[in-house]
């Protein structure tokens, strides 16, 4: 069966994939800092408590931890909480339910329940909203056994990997780039799934891979289009799933062009680059490796808040190019 | 109404709560219960001192009768949030003495099957939800199974138990805010048994009764006596059956004391042994309910031998049971991580 | 019955207490909750009470040592009741027994010895690289890395199994090191392992006899001219701190000429490279010289812009840290020629292997008092025969002779030095 494909941006997407879940799934509900009349920070509930009451699209009170953890309690009481945080860097307030309840209590109680919890958390950098709104905290999530963490790119992965993690028993953190919202792309219409765990090759190449994620795909697919002129060609995996990793793509991937290149907006000390770089060394895709592996990823330091700053913290278009280049011509 | 009547009535109201409100062998199976959790922990305590059970323990020796009070009232479909301190609350709620220890000594066959021990003891067919290694970790998981059966119209209570430590949580201000505003059936139970770890609440808490905590919250507040069974279990019926008619939340503080130490490393520096002496002597649940059974006629010394008897030797199944039991093994170490794996 | 008293455990991971002081002695009555003993444990001091009262007795553990938790320490006897359970062994025998032995360190099996395929030294290759070669069956360490510090990266292993066999003929496969010791009885020689120094000119002179086409061409050299400038300028030294400031060796005059000779032909003093011709600038010549265990080639920079006592007092110091093997990585790496000298072992002459990047190398015998004739006349003269070997793709025949012609020019007017 072929869905009729609309161009939709990121957070329409987003907004479709929650329409969906509340019309077809009665212990789907939303709950979040001013998603409600407000239509959320970022506008992705949008018009949703009017199509489906209060009572299923809850506004709550500014409460980050207390909220947290009354979405685990109904998750295992058999409903389906959407949990969306304002902006990702409020996840801060809520660890302790995050990390200490929702990612163990399956695993405390041996098996006894599961943790079916969704959350939604609008990550990254570029909107000139500084150092306490513009991190990408997905490495500290992904750090923990009992969370599963994701990282949709595009509006297609937005919806369907949103629409699998409700259908996933544990708990799933979806982390949103804010510069991806307004972002627009094909997006089919009705139910699809998007698995969640299983990368994704946006552009096949020989020379180099380049391992990203999130709002990193886009700039490393920019990247590569301008290095084809020189005739480099490199291949983008969208990782799409950073806990669990999807270690067969990314390790075939690595034995085909025997170059890596691992580009994310976090801070590139301790990231998710360290993570697939060590998983390459220990892999059998080392023997295949014709140069060091290279990460790119955020600065050492908070976003700053002046715009030049802001985009030097963070991996850009320039970068990648020069990095890919200098891996490619054997430079590094 | 005439003189006699009103003579009547005033002495059946001079009757305590619970020889009113449960027939005898009620009372006797909560007297047995009593017992139980009290030789339970006293069982866990020997076995652990003999290096049976490792990682440590926080007993509630000496605040049984909050825990059978305040889930006299509740329902076996009902739900519960328990805390570090949980043996008696798990025991309350349903649960079997013989797992539990299996789980205390780490064994497949504990309710948790030897992942979780004393801290993450839980029984969720019971109706526990666990419980937590983190004071007020529980308090907004309760309000969250307290939202879940709102929204699913199913009739269930949540009852949520915690310290005196807890409610100086941010949590436990979150949690009756939102339960407030949104009425949900759950019950906020602080067993306030005069420390958190070592520090009293005279100490730690602005308030001197912190049930007054309520106000704040525009929810009903009461202080019992936690060693009472009759008197928490009133309060409780009271809270349970308001979070049942949809009128909201309300706290209970439960007076009490623990007649042991924070956990096994505690030396009782920040107390004095006269204290616990005269708690232990005077205001025992377990004697003053025992005295109060006698009193009323619902059991003679006979009776009660009879039941400690009983539960001596249930505990001592129990133990033997978890002993016997078999040990998880190294290659499943990561079953329970997610749900796939197991 | 009697009541046991045991260590009781008190802590996380605790697996053993210490009693610090028995607080009640053998045979004393005690009230239950009486303190019985102070323990130990890592965090703090604490007091154990009698879980009975009655007569403590049966003490089996000491102050002062280690006892497992759970252990019977004593027991406490109802009024009149006589002991009649044994105290349990002393507690430290327990233990003991519970002490794993650690695993014996015997010499006898040494760590693996590295194994034959481990690649020697500071050698780099990526990972894919080395794979590759394994495959292939290359020496990595007969290819030049082409990536960044010299490491070998995959294009260099492709280029390596490209590249033309160097004989047309069928080559004998070089004998297996277990072929060669077959040939001599077992305890007639004894092993030596070899050194990084050994193992690369190893490699490097075979890589050049397999790749460089080598060319000879030799000439006698007279030396009266260039022995009296010699003499002279060492007796004109000026005196300094005692001593005269140089002392000129015949092979700092030959350092020169060569020089001098690269500088007059310039198109003999290049490098061979697949792409290009490699002129250089400057002559930096490589002087041969004998180390204990092998050899190095320490560089004169553009020698010939140096004045003889300049060359003089470089060379001592290069061959004094080079025998002492203090030799810095840039003072031997590169040069443009080379020369090496046996003169000084009486040998008359011989023919040296082109060391790259190098296109040429002087080969330089003894001087010898010889029998000349001249115009019809014979007459004896200090002489010396010298070799230059070539690589031809990069200096031809005639090129070789040219330039060891400006060679001899020096040698036998060596005032022209001086210039």
């Known amino acids: 069966m072929d869905a009729k494909v609309r161009e939709l941006s990121y957070s329409q997407a987003v907004q479709e994939a929650m329409a969906i879940a509340l019309e077809s799934d009665p212990r789907v509900f939303l709950m979040g800092e001013d998603i409600g009349v407000y239509g959320g920070a970022f506008q992705v509930t949008g018009d949703l408590v009017e199509r489906f009451g209060p009572e299923r699209v809850i506004d709550m009170p500014i409460s980050e931890l207390g909220g947290a953890g009354v979405a685990v309690g109904a998750a295992v009481t058999g409903m389906r909480p959407i949990f969306e945080f304002q902006f990702s860097d409020f996840a801060t307030l809520a660890m302790e339910q995050i990390v200490n309840q929702a990612a163990k209590m399956r695993f405390m109680l041996g098996g006894e329940v599961s943790v079916p919890l969704v959350m939604r958390f609008p990550a990254g950098s570029g909107t000139g909203a500084a150092a306490q709104h513009s991190q990408s905290l997905e490495a500290w999530l992904a750090h923990v056994p009992g969370l599963k963490v994701i990282q949709p790119a595009t509006p297609h992965d937005a919806k369907g990997m949103l629409l699998a993690a409700l259908e996933d028993p544990d708990p799933v953190m979806i982390f949103e780039h804010k510069l991806l919202y307004k972002m627009k792309g094909a997006v089919p219409e009705g139910h699809y799934t998007v698995p969640i765990g299983k990368a994704d090759i946006a552009r096949p190449g020989k020379d180099a891979t380049i391992v990203a994620t999130s709002i990193m795909v886009h700039k490393a697919l920019e990247a590569a289009a301008a290095l084809a002129g020189e005739g480099i060609d490199l291949e983008v995996i969208d990782l799409r799933t950073i806990r669990p990793i999807d270690r067969e793509t990314v390790i075939e991937s690595v034995k085909k062009t025997s170059r890596l290149l691992c580009v994310y907006e976090a801070v590139k000390t301790l990231g998710i680059g360290a993570e697939i770089s060590a998983m390459i060394a220990e892999s059998e895709a080392f023997d295949y490796l014709d140069a060091p592996i290279v990460r790119l990823g955020g600065a050492d330091s908070p976003i700053p808040y002046n715009p030049d700053l802001e985009k030097a913290a963070v991996p850009q278009v320039p970068d990648i190019i020069a990095s890919a280049r200098a891996l490619v011509q054997g430079r590094r | 109404m005439s003189a006699t009547a009103k003579k009547a009535a005033a002495g059946a109201a001079n009757v305590p709560f619970a020889f009113r409100a449960y027939t005898p062998d009620q009372l006797r199976g909560v007297l047995h219960k009593m017992h139980l959790i009290r030789k339970f922990e006293e069982g866990a305590e020997d076995s652990y001192t003999r290096g049976l059970i490792h990682g440590t323990m926080h007993l509630s020796i000496g605040q049984e009768a909050s825990a059978l009070g305040i889930c006299a009232p509740l329902k076996a479909d009902d739900q519960i949030t328990s805390t570090h301190r949980g043996h008696g609350h798990c025991i309350a709620k349903g649960a079997q003495v013989d797992r539990m220890f299996a789980e205390f000594f780490g064994k497949t066959t504990g309710y948790c099957k030897g992942r979780g021990g004393s801290m993450h003891i839980a029984d969720v067919s019971a109706g526990n939800l666990g419980a937590n290694g983190i004071v007020a970790g529980g308090i907004p998981i309760a309000v969250g199974a307290a939202l879940s059966a709102k929204m699913q119209k199913n009739g269930k209570v949540v009852v949520c138990f915690f310290g005196d430590g807890a409610n100086n949580e941010g949590a436990f201000h979150e949690s009756l805010n939102m339960a407030a505003i949104w009425k949900l059936p759950v019950v906020f139970v602080c067993e306030n048994n005069g420390y958190g770890m070592s520090t009293s609440t005279a100490r730690s808490t602005a308030v001197e009764r912190i049930a007054d905590r309520a106000a704040a919250y525009a929810m009903p507040g009461v202080t019992v006596n936690g060693n009472d069974f009759s008197a928490v279990a009133e309060a409780s019926t009271t809270a349970v059956e308001r979070a049942r008619r949809g009128e909201g939340p309300s706290l209970i503080e439960t007076k009490t004391y623990r007649h042991r130490g924070h956990s096994k490393s505690d030396r009782n520096r920040y107390r004095t042994k006269e204290e616990i002496e005269e708690w232990k002597a005077m205001r025992d649940p377990i004697n003053l309910f025992e005295a109060e059974l006698q009193q009323f006629g619902v059991i003679d010394e006979a009776g009660i031998a009879a039941v400690r008897a009983a539960v001596e030797a249930e505990i001592a199944a129990g133990i033997e049971f978890a002993k016997t039991s078999p040990a998880p093994a190294a290659a499943e170490g990561l079953n329970f991580v997610y749900t796939e794996l197991q | ?419």
């Open chain 3, 1 to 419: 019955m009697a009541t046991e008293v045991i260590l009781p455990k008190v802590d996380m991971d605790m697996a053993t207490g210490r009693i610090s002081r028995w607080l009640v002695a053998e045979g004393a009555t005690v009230k239950q909750g009486d303190p019985l003993f102070e323990m130990e444990t890592d965090k703090a001091a604490m007091e154990v009470e009698a879980p009975a009262g009655g007569v403590l007795g049966g003490i089996a553990a000491k102050e002062g040592v280690d006892v497992p938790v759970g252990q019977p320490v004593a027991f406490i006897y109802a009024e009149g009741e006589k002991p009649t359970v044994a105290p349990q062994a002393a507690a430290p025998a327990v233990l003991a027994a519970k002490v794993e032995a650690p695993p014996a360190q015997t010499a006898a099996t040494p760590a693996a010895a590295p194994t034959a395929s481990s690649v020697p030294g500071a050698l780099r290759a990526t990972p894919l690289a080395r794979r590759l070669a394994r495959e292939a069956g290359v020496n990595l360490a007969a290819i030049a890395g082409s990536g960044p510090h010299g490491r070998i990266v995959s294009a260099d292993i492709e280029k390596a199994k490209a590249a033309p066999k160097p004989a047309a003929a069928p080559v004998a496969a070089a004998p297996s090191d277990a072929d060669t010791l077959k040939l001599f009885a077992p305890g007639s020689y004894s092993e030596v392992p070899h050194d990084n120094m050994r193992r690369t000119i190893a490699r490097r002179l075979q890589e050049s006899k397999q790749h460089v086409p080598h060319f000879y061409v030799s000439a006698d050299c007279r030396l009266d001219a260039l022995l009296k400038l010699r003499a002279d300028l060492n007796a004109a030294a000026p005196v300094k701190d005692g001593a005269p400031a140089f002392k000129l060796s015949i092979n700092d005059l030959v350092i020169k000429a060569w020089a001098l000779a690269l500088r007059d032909v310039p198109a003999a003093n290049v490098s061979w490279t697949e792409a290009a011709m490699l002129s250089h600038a400057h002559a930096d010549i490589g002087v041969a010289v004998s180390v204990p265990g092998g050899l190095i080639t320490p560089i004169i920079r553009a020698a010939e812009n140096k004045s003889l006592s300049a060359i003089s007092a470089e060379m001592k110091d290069l061959a004094a840290r080079a025998k002492a093997r203090k030799l810095k990585p840039e003072e031997y790496n590169g040069g443009t020629s080379a020369i090496s000298n046996l003169g000084m072992f009486g040998v008359k002459e011989f023919a040296a292997i082109v060391n790259p990047p190098h296109a040429t190398i002087l080969a330089v015998g003894a001087g010898q008092e010889r029998a000349l004739s001249e115009n019809g006349k014979l007459f004896s003269a200090q002489a010396m025969t010298v070799t230059l070997s070539t690589d031809h793709r990069a200096v031809d025949g005639a090129l070789g002779a040219e330039v060891l012609a400006a060679f001899k020019n020096y040698i036998e007017m060596p005032l022209a030095m001086l210039i």
